[in-house]
């Protein structure tokens, strides 16, 4: 929980705080954008919410914030707020909320299939979370990007049954119980509507999942700047190779989708030609920034 003796400075009076235990993962700030932005190494709130909707808003965001630095001053009754993650992206789409502190913050993902859900990623393992998964017909597959965003995948491994999938060349000793290990560069059909394409460049085994020809779940590998209102590449946390990145960014230009849902930043939309168009843009900026040391 947020202390208040901790709040920070930064922030504007009134109910809502961050307090020093912020790691400025960038959850607050996307998830309730009117509320919460970043100042140096914190988020802060430079806006108290002003209707029902910034506020429940900046509630989710308290409930997903995985360092538990956000406060009220007032008290609110969060248990509804709590209970309705996943929540809804787009039709058979959810945010899983609940981010993890080892992910440093990612977002998670979850897809409900006539053929099997699937789990993008590991939140943290919270109880009003696997309620209403288990209320959505459980997970068949867990799908993990890169080895930074595991967090608790053995724990929803175990409670659910669910098969899981991470590239071998990002397997560590605390995945090697994963039960499907691809190799190589190739794109692999885990399904008819679930395609996993090796993205290497952000760390070597980095994947993304492709969903139908509607949407890419990123990782680490892409996601939508706010500030920059563009596709966008993480230059500065580029752990394995950014030549290489640039690479695997050109090979996604082969697929169609409309949204890019990322570890990282809020999930964008766009037709699938402004896509098309958005990703070009984004190879473009890449290489400009190839010979930055």
């Known amino acids: 929980m947020a202390s208040p003796s901790k709040r920070l400075a930064a922030n ?7 307090d020093s235990s912020c790691i400025d993962c960038g959850t607050c700030y996307w998830m309730a954008p009117a509320t919460f932005e970043r100042k140096g190494d914190f988020s802060h709130v430079y806006k108290q919410p ?7 808003a900046a509630l989710k965001a308290l409930v997903a914030c995985p360092t538990g630095s956000i406060g009220t001053a007032k008290t609110h009754d969060v248990r509804a707020v709590a209970a309705a993650f996943p929540d809804p992206i787009e039709e058979n789409i959810y945010h899983c909320g609940y981010h993890h502190e080892d992910s440093f913050g990612a977002a998670s993902y979850f897809i409900t299939r006539p053929e099997g859900n ?9 109880s009003p979370l696997l309620k209403r998964i288990e209320a959505l017909g459980g997970i068949d597959l867990m799908f993990l990007t890169h080895r930074d965003d595991v967090a608790d995948h ?3 491994a175990k409670r659910f049954g669910c098969r899981r999938v991470l590239h071998r060349d990002d397997v560590t ?7 499907v290990q691809p190799e190589g560069m190739a794109p692999i059909e885990l399904a008819a509507d679930l395609t996993m394409i090796p993205v290497p460049g952000h760390t070597r085994g980095s994947a993304c999942l492709l ?7 990123s990782g680490d590998h892409a996601a939508w700047s706010m500030a920059r209102r563009r596709v966008y590449a993480f230059r500065d946390a580029c ?6 990145q640039i690479e695997s960014m050109k090979r996604l230009l082969e697929y169609g989708f409309e949204f890019i849902l990322p570890g ?6 766009f037709p699938h030609a402004e896509m098309k168009e958005r990703m070009r843009e984004c190879v473009a900026w890449m290489e400009s920034r190839r010979e930055r040391t």
């Not at 000793?173 to 039960?179: L, N, Q």
Request: hydrophobic share 40%; aromatic share 18%.
């Open 239 to 244: 752990w394995y190779d950014w030549r290489t």
């Open 12 to 18: 504007v009076a009134g109910d809502f705080f961050v």
């Open 173 to 179: 000793t605390a995945t090697r119980s994963v039960e």
């Open 118 to 126: 699937v789990l993008v990623d590991s939140p943290r393992f919270a």
């Open 264 to 269: 990282h930043g809020a999930p964008c939309r």
């Open 154 to 156: 053995e724990k929803f």
């Open 50 to 56: 002003g209707t029902p909707e910034e506020t429940l």
């Open 211 to 217: 969903y139908k020809d509607k949407a890419l779940f």
